[in-house]
């Protein structure tokens, strides 16, 4: 089957990790009998540099016409003056709107060869296995007043949150869909001791808990939650919260597979359903590391395991994502480590090492 796929590399190691991605997707194609149309454009910094924008309306357009987008990453310090009108973000909030992708899907899987090499102790880290739905196109990021102005008595700022029953419900209804499929515990996280938005959060939570019998609902402030994800990682299954928590509490989630690097992530449109294609768009949840540019060492697998992510939802190609991820596994299983997941007694290997090993074993 051809598959058409946007490709939009961005900034900094951005380019070097898509690079590996897609030298995946190419390998799963040669073994399954697929084609993919690979298309090119910008977002981020290097979009502001060509167009004065962080990505153009033409990118979306393009990305609506794909079954799937794979993203690398945005940012750098060539553009991150706080005062500049445009910033590389901007292309992230932007294709996210425009795109409708409020479900963000961020999985955090401890592999058995990994337990021992992260900071924490490995009996906390053992069997953690866990999905964080966020809700990606609401809350902070997108409430409006957002603004800055200076009055007689210095600067003021306002960010708002804003959430509406509809853009609760549905991410909800993601977190309750995916905790059926896996161990049937959701976890909706808030902070409804403060925030209105988050007793609207669980309220609609509660009443929606009744359409999934099956399903076991706990209520966590979020502040407990951060606690948690250190003290006793295992025990939780799915993690549905909004946008800001969400985005905060994956990356301290990160550090229980020992690397950002390790981890993918899915934004996703629609409710998804097994077997069934959802447009995506993929990438992994790290940034743009400007200081690893050209360095050929970042680690590659965050974005590898996020093009088997779109194999997954926005393909339904089940078998080819699972390869995938058989591949990874079977590459760290041998010992091959890039240096963010370095052990003692490893083979240290760069970026394109890392996706070549890994498509050689798809």
Same mark, same amino acid.
């Given at each position: 089957?051809?598959?058409?796929?946007?490709?939009?590399?961005?900034?900094?190691?951005?380019?070097?990790?898509?690079? +590996?991605?897609?030298?995946?997707?190419?390998?799963?194609?040669?073994?399954?009998?697929?084609?993919?149309?690979?298309?090119?454009?910008?977002?981020?910094?290097?979009? !502001?540099?060509?167009?004065?924008?962080?990505?153009?309306?033409?990118?979306?357009?393009?990305?609506?016409?794909?079954?799937?987008?794979?993203?690398?990453?945005?940012?750098?310090? $060539?553009?991150?003056?706080?005062?500049?009108? =445009?910033?590389? /973000?901007?292309?992230?909030?932007?294709?996210?709107?425009?795109?409708?992708?409020?479900?963000? &899907?961020?999985?955090?899987? =401890?592999?058995?060869?990994?337990?021992?090499?992260?900071?924490? #102790?490995? +009996?906390?880290?053992?069997?953690?296995?866990?999905?964080?739905?966020? /809700?990606?196109?609401?809350?902070?990021?997108?409430? #409006?007043?957002? $603004?800055?102005?200076?009055?007689?008595?210095?600067?003021?700022?306002?960010?708002?949150?804003?959430?509406?029953?509809? +853009? !609760?419900?549905? !991410? &909800?209804?993601?977190?309750?869909?995916?905790?059926?499929?896996?161990?049937?515990?959701?976890?909706?996280?808030? $902070?409804?001791?403060?925030?209105?938005?988050?007793?609207?959060?669980?309220? &609609?939570?509660?009443?929606?808990?009744?359409?999934?019998?099956? =399903?076991?609902?706990?209520?966590?402030?979020?502040?407990?939650?951060?606690?948690?994800?250190?003290?006793?990682?295992?025990?939780?299954?799915?993690?549905?919260?909004?946008?800001?928590?969400?985005?905060? &509490?994956?990356?301290?989630?990160?550090?229980?597979?020992?690397?950002?690097?390790?981890?993918?992530?899915?934004?996703?449109?629609?409710?998804? /359903?097994?077997?069934?294609? @959802?447009?995506?768009? *993929?990438?992994?949840?790290?940034?743009?590391?400007? #200081?690893?540019?050209?360095?050929?060492?970042?680690?590659? !697998?965050?974005?590898?395991?996020?093009?088997?992510?779109?194999?997954?939802?926005?393909?339904?190609?089940?078998?080819?994502?699972?390869?995938?991820?058989?591949? =990874?596994?079977?590459?760290?299983?041998?010992? *091959?480590? @890039?240096?963010?997941?370095?052990?003692?007694?490893?083979? #240290?290997?760069?970026?394109?090492?890392?996706?070549?090993?890994?498509?050689?074993?798809?």
């Amino acid at each position: 089957m051809n598959f058409k796929i946007t490709v939009l590399p961005g900034d900094g190691v951005g380019p070097e990790v898509v690079a +590996e991605g897609v030298r995946v997707l190419q390998a799963v194609g040669k073994k399954y009998g697929h084609s993919f149309d690979l298309s090119y454009d910008d977002i981020g910094g290097i979009a !502001i540099d060509k167009y004065g924008v962080a990505v153009r309306s033409e990118t979306i357009a393009a990305c609506k016409k794909s079954h799937a987008v794979l993203l690398g990453a945005v940012g750098g310090p $060539k553009w991150d003056d706080p005062l500049a009108k =445009v910033r590389p /973000e901007d292309g992230l909030l932007a294709t996210r709107k425009g795109l409708g992708l409020f479900a963000n &899907l961020r999985p955090v899987r =401890v592999l058995p060869m990994l337990e021992d090499g992260t900071t924490l #102790k490995p +009996e906390v880290v053992h069997g953690v296995d866990l999905m964080v739905v966020r /809700e990606l196109t609401g809350g902070l990021y997108f409430g #409006k007043p957002k $603004k800055r102005w200076e009055t007689s008595q210095g600067w003021r700022a306002v960010d708002t949150m804003a959430y509406s029953e509809k +853009e !609760i419900n549905r !991410i &909800l209804r993601v977190g309750f869909e995916l905790a059926r499929g896996r161990r049937k515990k959701l976890a909706s996280v808030d $902070k409804a001791n403060v925030l209105e938005t988050s007793r609207l959060w669980r309220q &609609l939570a509660t009443a929606m808990a009744p359409q999934y019998p099956d =399903v076991e609902l706990q209520h966590i402030l979020v502040d407990n939650c951060a606690m948690r994800l250190i003290q006793q990682p295992a025990t939780l299954d799915v993690v549905v919260t909004e946008n800001t928590f969400g985005d905060i &509490l994956t990356d301290e989630a990160s550090m229980l597979a020992g690397s950002m690097g390790m981890l993918p992530s899915a934004s996703l449109a629609a409710v998804p /359903e097994a077997g069934k294609p @959802t447009f995506g768009l *993929y990438e992994p949840i790290h940034g743009s590391a400007p #200081k690893h540019t050209g360095m050929n060492d970042v680690n590659p !697998i965050a974005t590898i395991l996020s093009a088997g992510f779109l194999l997954r939802y926005s393909l339904a190609l089940l078998p080819e994502a699972e390869a995938v991820e058989k591949a =990874v596994q079977g590459v760290l299983e041998d010992g *091959y480590r @890039t240096y963010d997941i370095m052990q003692t007694g490893k083979k #240290k290997v760069g970026t394109r090492e890392m996706g070549e090993l890994i498509a050689a074993r798809v």
